[in-house]
């Protein structure tokens, strides 16, 4: 059974950091690309950083840049998302994908609030 469990999400004032953790299983992680998604209320989801699957490349929306790293441990299945310097509009559910080809996993997603 294939699953992704995002954890490491909360509430966070301005300019402070949280790190979300995207643990999987039910599938070849280390074959896969792993990105994470956000989607705020009202908008469509968007692609906020992506990962090679042998850590071959890494990308981000220019909204992040800087502020955002992504990272995996293909030993322990799990993607990570570190989140610096965090803005009220970095508020979403942040939602973690498995893509190879055309198959596609995602997780259930995790709440980051962003506020004073």
């Known amino acids: 059974q294939v699953q992704l469990v995002e954890s490491g999400g909360g509430l966070v004032e301005p300019g402070g950091s949280l790190r979300l953790s995207c643990a999987a299983s039910?599938?070849?992680?280390?074959?896969?690309?792993m990105r994470w998604y956000r989607q705020a209320p009202g908008k469509e989801r968007e692609l906020v950083a992506a990962?090679?699957?042998?850590?071959?490349?890494?990308n981000y929306a220019d909204s992040v840049k800087g502020r955002f790293t992504i990272s995996r441990d293909n030993a322990k299945n799990t993607v990570y998302l570190q989140m610096n310097s965090l803005k009220s509009e970095d508020t979403a559910v942040y939602y973690c994908?498995?893509?190879?080809?055309?198959?596609?996993?995602w997780g259930q997603g995790t709440q980051v609030t962003v506020s004073s």
């Open positions: 990962i090679g699957s042998t850590y071959d490349y890494t």
């Open positions: 994908n498995a893509i190879r080809n055309m198959i596609q996993y």
């Open positions: 039910g599938f070849t992680f280390g074959s896969y690309a």
